[in-house]
C-alpha cells in the first residue's frame, strides 16, 4: 500500500514546519506601512484643505462681511469638524503602523475615543443640517416650508449647541467601558483598536448601546437623503422650466443657488457611501469572534476619507477661490509674455 501523503514507511507522519513569527512579522509589516503611509496622507491633505477653507471663511467674515451668508457658519462648522475627526481617527493609527508600544494609557484611551465617537456624531448631524437647510433656503415661496426661511439664522447656534450636548451624552458610555490594552487578546464581541479594549461588564448591554447609536445615525442620515431628494426634484423641476425659455444667456447660466445645492448634494452623496463602507467594516470588526487588527485600520481610512474630500469639494464653485484662480491664471500669462517677449 503507498504511504499517504505526509507519510513515510513506519516512521507515521512527518511533521510541517510552521511559518516562523518573523515571517508572519515581515508579511506584516508592508501592511501595516502601507495604512500609516494612508493616514499620514489623510492627515496632511485633509487638515491643510479644512484648514485653507477655515481661513476663507475667517477672512469673509472679518473683511468681507457683505458676502457672508448664514450657511457660512454650517460650512465653517463642518471644517472644524473634519480637522478633529482626522486627527483624532488617524493619529494613534499612525503611531502603530510605524511600532510606536504603550501611546495611550486608560485615560488617554477614554478621551481619544470619546471625543472620536462625538466628533463622528457630530459629522452625520452637521452634514445632515446642511442638507435641510439648503434644501429650505431653494424651496419656493409657495410651499410649506416658506416659514422656515425667516427663521433659520436664528436656528442654526442653538443647533449646534445641541447636537454636541446630544452626542455627548450618547458616548458617556465609552469612558467606562474602555480600557488601555492589556496583554491579552480579544475574543469575541468587542471594540479593537490599536491600543485600547472594551470591558464588558454585567449591568452593560452592548447591544442596547449599539441599537441607540444605529438609530441616532439612521434618522439624520434619512433627512439628509429625504432633503437630497428633494432638492433633486426641485432642480428637476427648475431645468424643465428653464428649457422652455429660449434666451440662450438664462439656459446656459446657473445661480449661485443652485451650484451651491449642487456641491451639497455631491457632498451628500459622498458622505453616505463612505458611512455604509464605514459602518460595514466596523459591525463587522465588533462582533467578529477573533479580532483583525487591520480591519480597524482600514475602517478608520475610509472614514476620514470624507472629512479629507470635503473641504476641496466646498471650495470648487467659492466665489473668492474662483477669483483667486482667475487672478493667479492672469498671473502666469502675464509673466510667461513677459518671458517671450524678452
Request: charged share 10%.
Amino acid at each position: 500500500m503507498q504511504p499517504l501523503p505526509g507519510m513515510s514507511e513506519g516512521l507515521g507522519p512527518i511533521p510541517i514546519p510552521a511559518k516562523s513569527t518573523t515571517e508572519n512579522k515581515a508579511m506584516e509589516v508592508p501592511v501595516a506601512t502601507i495604512l500609516g503611509t494612508f493616514h499620514i496622507s489623510q492627515i496632511c491633505i485633509g487638515v491643510i484643505g479644512n484648514l485653507l477653507l477655515s481661513g476663507l471663511y475667517i477672512y469673509i467674515f472679518v473683511l468681507q462681511p457683505h458676502l457672508k451668508k448664514p450657511i457660512d457658519s454650517i460650512f465653517m462648522h463642518l471644517t472644524l469638524v473634519n480637522i478633529l475627526s482626522i486627527i483624532f481617527s488617524s493619529l494613534s493609527h499612525v503611531a502603530s503602523s510605524f511600532g510606536v508600544r504603550r501611546f495611550l494609557d486608560d485615560i488617554g484611551c477614554q478621551s481619544l475615543l470619546f471625543s472620536s465617537r462625538v466628533i463622528r456624531g457630530l459629522s452625520i448631524s452637521i452634514t445632515s443640517l446642511l442638507s435641510v437647510f439648503q434644501a429650505i433656503t431653494i424651496s419656493p415661496r409657495n410651499t410649506k416650508w416658506a416659514w422656515l426661511k425667516m427663521k433659520l439664522s436664528a436656528c442654526i447656534f442653538p443647533s449646534f449647541l445641541l447636537l454636541w450636548v446630544i452626542n455627548m451624552l450618547m458616548y458617556v458610555h465609552i469612558i467606562e467601558t474602555v480600557r488601555a490594552n492589556g496583554n491579552f487578546t480579544i475574543v469575541g464581541r468587542g471594540y479593537s483598536h490599536p491600543y485600547c479594549q472594551t470591558i464588558q461588564f454585567k449591568s452593560h448591554n452592548p447591544d442596547v448601546f449599539i441599537s441607540v447609536i444605529v438609530i441616532y445615525d439612521l434618522v439624520f442620515v434619512a433627512l439628509m437623503i429625504c432633503s437630497s431628494l428633494y432638492m433633486v426634484n426641485l432642480l428637476y423641476r427648475h431645468h424643465r422650466r428653464v428649457q422652455h425659455v429660449h434666451s440662450l444667456y438664462l439656459s446656459s447660466q446657473s445661480s449661485p443657488e443652485h451650484k451651491a445645492t449642487q456641491t451639497i448634494l455631491l457632498l451628500v452623496a459622498c458622505f453616505v457611501f463612505f458611512y455604509c463602507a464605514n459602518n460595514f467594516v466596523t459591525i463587522y470588526s465588533f462582533y467578529i469572534h477573533e479580532k483583525i487588527p487591520k480591519l480597524e485600520g482600514i475602517g478608520t481610512v475610509l472614514s476620514s476619507c470624507y472629512p479629507t474630500i470635503c473641504p476641496f469639494m466646498l471650495m470648487k464653485n467659492n466665489k473668492i477661490i474662483s477669483q483667486f484662480t482667475s487672478l493667479i491664471s492672469l498671473m502666469r500669462i502675464t509673466c510667461s509674455r513677459r518671458e517671450f517677449r524678452g
